[in-house]
């Protein structure tokens, strides 16, 4: 079973607008991740925020992470047709160090 | 720096056929996983390698499925006989304990 649970399924925006999706987590972690895949390509690291944080920031990027609710947002702002792509969060488990992938948020930017 | 190798990038097999991936980390990258992403899921782990130690292989379909890691550096894994369902992208990732895991463009199964 997956670790991470993103939401929602899918987002269709404007060029230029927020994008932001959620992950909601199970057990306890090392840290939390997120990464893009473009269609047929393989995944890209985007933004990595350890479980002692609870915000980081990457250039357009804005993670937020919520160890008592087990949750993470990431918001892609000013959205471009480039960032177009799934966007998938993986969890570091505290236990084990498995390094676990949710299901992903599709994200369309419409030009 | 050299990036994740994978190889074959595609390859089409009949079921019950076998068939094996390869996978060279970067240099330095103790923990290798595996992952198994069918068209419109997220990338499930099949197995995870600390050096040539199995940290995970809950999900690996043991009575089909093989990996391994020689001296802790390049690993392969193996489908023995293949079924339609295996048909995926095999991905292989390393990284440094507990950090960002860098990914190879992975290899595309198809089982006819």
């Known amino acids: 079973s997956q670790q991470g649970e993103e939401d929602p399924q899918a987002l269709s925006i404007q060029e230029g607008e927020n994008a932001t999706m959620n992950c909601s987590y199970k057990?306890?972690?090392?840290?939390l991740q997120w990464y893009r895949q473009n269609s047929g390509r393989g995944l890209v690291h985007l933004i990595l925020?350890?479980?002692?944080?609870r915000e980081k920031h990457s250039g357009r990027l804005r993670v937020t992470l919520d160890t008592s609710k087990k949750s993470s947002s990431l918001l892609i702002t000013a959205s471009r047709a480039a960032d177009t792509a799934s966007y998938f969060c993986?969890?570091?488990?505290?236990?084990?160090?498995?390094?676990?992938f949710g299901a992903g948020t599709t994200v369309t930017v419409r030009a | 720096e050299a990036g994740v190798a994978q190889s074959p990038r595609y390859k089409i097999i009949e079921k019950r056929q076998s068939v094996a991936f390869w996978c060279n980390p970067i240099s330095g990258h103790a923990t290798l996983y595996w992952y198994q992403q069918i068209l419109g899921q997220g990338p499930k782990l099949l197995i995870q390698f600390q050096n040539n130690g199995v940290v995970d292989d809950s999900q690996l379909p043991k009575d089909r499925f093989s990996a391994e890691r020689l001296k802790g550096v390049d690993s392969t894994l193996k489908i023995q006989p293949a079924k339609l369902e295996d048909s995926a992208v095999y991905l292989c990732?390393?990284?440094?304990?507990?950090?960002?895991?860098?990914f190879g463009q992975g290899t595309r199964l198809t089982v006819v």
């Open positions: 990732a390393s990284s440094l304990t507990s950090a960002e895991a860098f």
């Open positions: 993986a969890t570091d488990a505290r236990d084990d160090y498995k390094l676990s």
């Open positions: 925020i350890r479980s002692n944080e």
């Open positions: 057990t306890s972690i090392n840290n």
